[in-house]
């Protein structure tokens, strides 16, 4: 009935009282620290009518399991975690990023920390003939044979991270940076700001389904707004957002407490509300539709390269919209393919945990199906998916990728520790919150020099790994050249897992077994 640890708390009152009346007595200047045990008292009487359990039965002495439960990830972080063990990104490869990002040197001492016979260990074979690959190659063109404005991209760019999401500092770090390191910055869905506009780094607008920045007061989608807007020099393309890796099939969310009153302006919506995406476009519902919103934006922009991002899902579906493509004559300038263990400042977790497909897995896919239909020399494909080291984009371009866009590495960039309280608006660093004294630790200046150099760091080393693999362009790699350990034992090259398909098969009939089954569900007039 009367628990022992209450009856501990019974008997503290009773000494609290006690000592009180004796300092009362004896010694009245006592009673100022006595009353830290006034305090704990409170507390504990509050902690009996609590709703949490472990409170109503250990009064105060239960504060401790939810000190520790707070703590627990900064503890696991800084003292128990390996260089190699931490998730989302591990210590190793955040250090690697901070000091690139410094400028400093990114060498190690004395051998790998990595286990070479782990399973999902991926690894590349150098060449006996390395080659010098010319820093030329770190950029290429986007833009089909129906973009009248291609851009001379870099093949590295900052991924979609909208302000709102980010602090104002951020995204202006971020963008000031890509100006000095001649790159794109992806505004994210939350529309473009003045933070995006400040420094004149080249944009890459998207536009997701509520349309925000050049939508109407029913949430639709507003010509003249969009027109006005995208038609600017600093826009460079134009990115259709279908679904994200870090929730696909679930609309944006950008919760209340981090919509201020110059949020809500850059969206138009309602201050201090949730602003939350719908999950599919209002303006089509089909892969046919799709298609004919890909021509409707580069009407509108006089042929700037346009092109959608979705993390793949039903694999179908996208078949669906490369019949779309053969059918409508219509080609997008490019597809981001955003992998399921892709980022986002809030998201239900068990859609971060549960749906879409891997970065690589989809890669193959994707430019499997491309080359099928024979369109895949007019289409750019972009990875998108825990792009840290010039290796990873290494293997995202050996699988089908023609370049990679990342995010999370350059918020370590601008100062992120990692220390996930993005949905919050309580981030330490003032990276992912809209608190404006938070927010201000950033040094615009200073960190956007850190954003350049990261950048030219990761270009750097993905071009002189290109070189040891004896490859002289990118355009070389293939999946043959990386390595896979799927398990315990020998590794299998990429090649071997995904083989490629030929340009045109699916045209003549000649559709692999593995994508036999998805391509006769496929249509052009349903998802």
Same mark, same amino acid.
């Given at each position: ?7 501990? #708390? ?19 200047? @006592? ?34 399991? #939810? ?10 972080? #800084? ?21 690139? +990002?410094? @400028? ?38 986007? /833009? ?14 900052? +991924? ?29 869905? /939350? ?19 509520? #349309? ?38 679930? @609309? ?92 986002? /400042? ?125 490859? +002289? ?43 036999? +089954? ?10």
């Amino acid at each position: 009935m009367f628990g022992y640890p209450r009856l501990i #708390y019974a008997g503290f009152v009773l000494l609290t009282i006690a000592l009180g009346v004796v300092l009362a007595l004896w010694w009245p200047i @006592g009673l100022w620290p006595w009353l830290l045990l006034v305090a704990l008292v409170i507390v504990g009487a509050l902690d009996l009518r609590s709703r949490h359990n472990v409170l109503r039965n250990f009064p105060v002495v239960g504060h401790l399991r #939810y000190m520790l439960e707070f703590l627990r990830p900064e503890l696991r972080q #800084y003292f128990f975690e390996s260089e190699t063990s931490g998730r989302p990104f591990n210590r190793e490869q955040r250090e690697i990023v901070y000091k690139r +990002s410094a @400028g400093a040197g990114d060498t190690s001492p004395f051998g790998t920390m990595r286990d070479f016979e782990d399973a999902g260990f991926n690894f590349a074979q150098h060449s006996m003939a390395p080659k010098d690959v010319d820093k030329r190659h770190a950029r290429l063109m986007i /833009g089909g044979s129906q973009c009248r404005q291609p851009y001379d991209s870099s093949r590295l760019n900052i +991924s979609a991270m909208s302000f709102g999401s980010l602090s104002g500092n951020a995204v202006a770090a971020m963008n000031r940076g890509a100006a000095l390191g001649n790159f794109a910055q992806d505004t994210g869905e /939350g529309a473009i700001s003045d933070y995006h506009r400040e420094h004149g780094g080249d944009l890459i607008w998207e536009v997701a389904s509520a #349309y925000f920045g050049c939508r109407t007061k029913e949430g639709r989608f507003d010509d003249a707004e969009f027109a006005k807007k995208a038609n600017t020099d600093q826009v460079k393309m134009l990115e259709i957002k279908i679904s994200q890796g870090a929730k696909p099939g679930h @609309g944006g969310l950008l919760p209340g407490s981090k919509v201020t009153e110059e949020i809500a302006r850059v969206r138009e919506i309602e201050v201090g509300k949730d602003c939350a995406s719908p999950a599919s476009h209002p303006e089509f519902d089909t892969p046919r539709g799709l298609l004919e919103f890909v021509d409707r934006l580069r009407q509108l922009t006089h042929g700037k390269p346009v092109g959608f991002k979705l993390c793949l899902g039903r694999q179908d579906e996208f078949m669906g919209i490369c019949k779309a493509m053969l059918e409508t004559g219509i080609y997008p300038d490019f597809i981001t393919v955003d992998g399921a263990e892709g980022g986002t /400042g809030a998201a239900p977790t068990e859609f971060q945990d549960s749906l879409g497909t891997f970065i690589n897995e989809a890669l193959p896919f994707v430019d499997n199906c491309l080359r099928g239909i024979g369109l895949r020399d007019e289409i750019r494909i972009i990875a998108s998916g825990k792009v840290v080291m010039g290796f990873d984009m290494v293997v995202k371009i050996a699988l089908g990728a023609d370049m990679c866009n990342a995010a999370r590495p350059f918020m370590f960039s601008v100062g992120c520790i990692q220390a996930r309280r993005c949905h919050t608006d309580t981030c330490p660093t003032g990276v992912a919150t809209q608190n404006p004294r938070r927010a201000a630790a950033i040094d615009v200046l200073g960190k956007s020099l850190a954003v350049r150099n990261f950048h030219d760091a990761t270009i750097g080393s993905f071009l002189d790994i290109t070189g040891a693999m004896g490859c +002289s362009t990118p355009d070389a790699l293939t999946r043959s050249l990386i390595h896979h350990r799927p398990e315990h034992g020998p590794a299998r090259t990429f090649a071997e897992v995904h083989p490629t398909v030929k340009s045109g098969a699916f045209l003549n009939g000649d559709v692999p077994e593995g994508y036999i +089954s998805a391509w006769a569900r496929a249509s052009a007039d349903a998802f």
